[in-house]
Structures are given as structure tokens and as C-alpha cells.
């Protein structure tokens, strides 16, 4: 299994806000784990889903030189839950963005009508910026070619330069 | 232009950055006195640290086209702390005590010059609060 939680991008403002959606199917083994009889996408995954459109928000905004790594989950509140044949929207914006890092705020939203699914604060760090004394690999073991393929999808399809 | 920089009381510098540490940390606004420290009494850790600044830089933004920013090393210089010039075997030397001193007015020593050991010295709410009253008014009250 691939640890992607977004099919595709459908707006990229570098710098800015990103926005991806997922659709969410039947297919999907985890959905039978939470609750058997009852499927559904747990909350803990709609925060990864969110964590992955942000982050390569963030990644490309220092043209991926930089590691980043989720950091803190300053908030997450639910308002409903998502459940297969539902199609995900995440739509990330860029508060804070420096050296060490960034913030970023966050909604989550099914269908055409965008029903709010949660809002989400995350926190994400350069690591190589922050943890002094520790060493990481030389590589850039975040944004692998799973992650990137994405964006060149979106670029391609959107035929945009970013 | 001249910018103009209103002048904001030590009080309401207080109430903002009690609003920033009950965000950032989870903890409640009564907790967040002047003398609490911010790992011990707080339960900060490392990365609380960033999240605290990119939260006062937002909270004391009030033209969004003229940020208020807090550069790097600023409020918490960890750059100090990872020198080892400054910091060896967990204490600080005589040169990082004159640096520290020259880097962070906003800070009370007194403690930390009877035993240098850098894990006896604490960030309080009052040594953000100093700070941002020297940065925002030109002098801490």
C-alpha cells in the first residue's frame, strides 16, 4: 500500500494555499477496520490527508530543499463524518512561513455543496533548522517521488508553471 | 512613510500573550501567570518553542502589509545554546553568561549566575512579555 492520502491537486498558489481532494471508496481496506459494520475515514487520516496537502505546500515553497516534517497538531475539530462514495476536499492556506518552518490553517469539506468535515491547524518544521545536535540523512527522505509526482500531475493537467 | 507604531500597555501585552500560550500550549488562562516558566510550569517542549513565535508574530500583527516579526534567535536564542563556546558540559562559561546578557535584556539571570547550569535556566511568561514591551514601546516597564 502507498501511504498517499490525496489523488489530485486542484488549485496550487505557491506560497500560499494549496487545495487536493481524495475520493473515498469501498475498496479502501482500512475503512473496514475502524467500526466493522459501520465504514467510515477516520479523523486520524483526514488529518494526514491535510498534513500531505499542506506539507508539500510548504515543501515547495523552498523548492523542496528543506525536510518537513510534521510538527504539531495545534488544532482539529470535527463537524461530520466522511464516509465511501464521499469525495474529500482539503484546502490549506500558508499563516506563518519562515525559516524554520510554517503554520498553516486548514478545511476539510465533502461534496458539491461543501459540507465542513473539520478544521485543522498544523505546525510543520524544518528539520534540519531545528533540531541542532542531531544529524539527519543527506537526502531528502520526506518529499519522494510519490509526493512529487503529484504536483507534476497537477502542473501538467493545469498546464501552469509553479 | 513614517510608520506609525501605536503604543500598547504592558497589561495588554499580558492578556495577548496569555492568549497565545492557553492556544499554543493547552493550558488554561490562570495558569499562565508572569512568573510561570514556560517547560516547567507550562509543559512547553521543543517545538512549542517555534509555534509560540509564529503565534505572537500573528497576534501582534495589526497591518497585515507591515508584519510583526520576531527574527530568528531573537526571543529564544537557541544559536546560544548550541555554541559551545557558550554552553559546555551543560553549563554556561563566562562568555556565554557576557552573551547572553548582551542578547536578551528581556531575561532575568539572577538565577542562573549562582549556578550556571543551563538546564536551571527558564523562560517565563515574563520574559516574553519584556520582550515584546522593549520591541513594541522601546523599554521594558
Given at each position: 500500500m502507498r501511504w498517499i492520502w490525496i489523488d489530485k491537486f486542484v488549485e496550487f498558489t505557491p506560497r500560499t494555499s494549496a487545495t487536493a481532494v481524495k475520493n473515498v471508496t469501498l475498496a479502501e481496506e482500512h475503512l473496514h477496520d475502524l467500526y466493522p459494520s459501520f465504514p467510515i475515514v477516520p479523523h486520524s487520516l483526514i488529518v494526514e490527508g491535510m498534513a500531505q496537502t499542506a506539507g508539500i505546500l510548504v515543501g515547495e515553497a523552498r523548492n523542496f530543499a528543506e525536510k518537513v516534517i510534521l510538527a504539531k497538531i495545534g488544532r482539529a475539530t470535527f463537524h461530520r463524518l466522511v464516509r465511501p462514495g464521499d469525495t474529500?476536499?482539503?484546502?490549506?492556506?500558508i499563516d506563518q512561513l519562515s525559516e524554520q518552518g510554517a503554520s498553516i490553517t486548514g478545511t476539510v469539506t465533502v461534496g458539491p455543496s461543501k459540507d465542513l468535515v473539520a478544521e485543522i491547524e498544523l505546525m510543520f518544521s524544518h528539520i534540519d533548522q531545528n533540531l541542532a545536535g542531531l544529524r539527519f540523512p543527506e537526502h531528502n527522505f520526506v518529499f519522494t517521488e510519490q509526493f512529487t509526482e503529484l504536483l507534476k500531475t497537477y502542473r501538467d493537467a493545469a498546464d501552469v508553471t509553479i | 512613510m513614517e510608520?506609525?507604531?501605536?503604543?500598547?500597555?504592558?497589561?495588554?501585552?499580558f492578556k495577548k500573550v496569555q492568549d497565545v500560550l492557553?492556544?499554543?500550549l493547552g493550558v488554561d488562562e490562570e495558569e499562565v501567570t508572569p512568573q510561570a516558566t514556560l517547560r516547567g510550569d507550562l509543559g512547553a517542549e521543543s517545538i512549542d518553542f517555534l509555534d509560540i513565535v509564529f503565534r505572537l508574530e500573528k497576534a501582534f500583527t495589526?497591518?497585515?502589509?507591515?508584519?510583526?516579526?520576531?527574527?530568528r534567535n531573537e526571543l529564544f536564542p537557541e544559536d546560544i545554546f548550541n555554541n559551545t563556546n557558550f554552553v559546555k558540559d551543560g553549563r554556561v562559561t563566562p562568555a556565554g553568561m557576557v552573551e547572553l546578557k548582551k542578547r536578551m535584556p528581556h531575561m532575568d539571570f539572577s538565577e542562573l549566575e549562582k549556578d550556571p547550569d543551563i538546564n536551571k535556566m527558564q523562560f517565563t511568561v515574563d520574559t516574553i512579555v519584556n520582550y515584546l514591551d522593549t520591541k513594541l514601546n522601546g523599554q521594558a516597564a
Open positions: 474529500i476536499t482539503y484546502n490549506a492556506r | 510608520t506609525q507604531v501605536m503604543a500598547i500597555s504592558r497589561d495588554e501585552i492557553v492556544n499554543a495589526t497591518d497585515p502589509a507591515n508584519k510583526f516579526t520576531i527574527p
